[in-house]
Structure formats: C-alpha cells, structure tokens
C-alpha cells in the first residue's frame, strides 16, 4: 500500500472533470487539486510562459509527498509536460496520450477530429500522437477559444442558443470531414458533451481525455489502504468562486471547500523532488 497522494493541476476548474473520475475508478485515494484560477486561462500563453506556469503548479503540488502527478490540462500535456517530468522523478500523466489510444481504439473509418484551446491545437501534439499509434489516420483539429468562457459561466446546457450556435459555428466543418471519433482535447469540454453530441450526432464517439488520464493513472499506482479517500482543494484566486461553481465538475450537489495558494512563491521545483 501507498498513502501517498496523487496531484491533480489545470488553468482552472476542468481539472476537475479528471478529479471526478480518478474518485470514481480510485475512491481510496488521497487526491490534491490545484487550479490555477489566478491566471486562467492557460491556452492563449506563449510557451516560455505555460512552461513557467507548469513548473510552479508541479512545485506546489511535490511540497506534499506524492506517487504521481495528473496533468488534467490539455495545454500544459501540449506544451510543458515533456519538458517539466524530466526534471521530477514523480510519474507524470498528461491526457493527450490516452485520449489518443483510446480515439484510435474506438474509430472505425480512421477519421479523428480535435478540439481544443489555441495552444493545444497550435501544438500539434494530438495528431502526432495520433499518427504514431496509427499512420493512415486522418485528423481534423479546431481551436474553440469560446468554450471555456461558456463552460465556466454556466452556459452549457442543451436550449442554450448561444452555446449551440458557438458549437455549431466551431464543429460545423469537422462534421463536413465526416469524422467517427472526437477528441475533446481540453478538460473543460466533456461539460459540452450534450451539446456536441447532438450536433455531431449519436455516431460519433467522443473521448474524455481527463477519464483516459484518470483510467490510465489506476493502472500502475500503487493504492492507497482503504478508507483513506479524501480530496483537498487549492487555487490561486478566488476560493469561494470555486467552491460555488466545483460542484458543476464534479457532478454533485455538494459545495466544496479550497484553500488559497500564492503560486509565485513556488519559483521552482523542489530539490528533494528533483531528478537525480
């Protein structure tokens, strides 16, 4: 048995979709969430900056004694984590990928679409894994910069026309492509699951890369003793925002509680926790 805990970080709250999952597969776990709702979002940065970003959210998160750290940010998987888990010796899971084994698993005409903030698209890191695992596959990839904004304000449900004229303007030429297989490549987006779906129709299957990460991370960490279960919630910004709205992410009803963290103060990564 190991009771240590597993680190959980995004820009924000999407984070918690993988949150969601990781107590579901693992309800023993200790986990610890930071989100970083200071300076979401994460997308629009430049590399030097993500990596900055990364490097401090992995700092904070190894000041407690873990066993391995979730990337549950399709950006930072993107951009940073490549270079950042060489400098730790704690396993890192990005969700780019499992979301890509599972859409090559789960397609059956080898056309893959790809949505996601401007960095992960930008990054081209999906198809490149997507191409590795499976060379004849075709990709398809689309910057949505409107759905987090959407997602974070409430704006998610089937019947809003707003959001179903966002989706409609940002997919409308992935559907045209003719793609089975949607990779929801940013961790705020299975909240527009329904949205989605009943634009791209029942046909095409779409990947929650937070849940692969999530599945992927149970398969080779050591569990916790049981009755260990508990999660602990940290931010950057704005606590009691959080704990309003954490529960949407989270799938239930209940408020939860997070703690406030000056990130800036996290410059770099702990020695202890450093390679070598």
């Not at 940010?73 to 940073?80: D, E």
């Not at 606590?239 to 770099?268: C, H, K, M, W």
Request: aromatic residues 8%.
């Amino acid at each position: 048995m190991d009771n240590r805990a597993i680190g959980v970080f995004d820009s924000g709250l999407g984070g918690l979709t993988a949150v969601r999952q990781l107590q579901k597969l693992m309800p023993d776990e200790h986990i610890i969430y930071f989100g970083d709702t200071g300076r979401v979002p994460y997308g629009s940065r430049s590399r030097r900056t993500i990596i900055q970003y990364t490097r401090q959210d992995t700092a904070f998160l190894l000041s407690h004694p873990l066993k391995a750290i979730v990337v549950a940010c399709g950006t930072v998987s993107s951009v940073a984590m490549g270079t950042v888990q060489q400098e730790v010796s704690v396993p890192m899971v990005g969700v780019v990928q499992p979301a890509c084994r599972r859409a090559v698993q789960e397609t059956k005409n080898r056309k893959i679409g790809i949505i996601g903030t401007k960095g992960t698209i930008q990054s081209g890191s999906y198809e490149a894994g997507l191409h590795t695992l499976n060379p004849s596959v075709q990709t398809i990839a689309r910057a949505c910069p409107l759905f987090v904004p959407l997602v974070e304000n409430g704006r998610f449900r089937t019947g809003d026309r707003v959001a179903e004229l966002v989706v409609e303007e940002y997919l409308q030429e992935i559907r045209a492509f003719g793609v089975d297989t949607l990779i929801l490549g940013c961790t705020h987006y299975p909240l527009l699951a329904d949205l989605i779906r009943a634009y791209m129709g029942d046909q095409v299957t779409l990947i929650d890369p937070g849940a692969e990460a999530a599945a992927y991370t149970k398969t080779f960490v050591e569990p916790c003793e049981p009755g260990n279960g508990r999660t602990e919630y940290y931010v950057s910004d704005d606590p009691d925002s959080f704990g309003q709205y954490a529960s949407v992410f989270l799938g239930g009803n209940e408020t939860v509680r997070a703690d406030l963290v000056d990130i800036a103060s996290y410059e770099t990564i702990r020695k202890g926790n450093q390679k070598g």
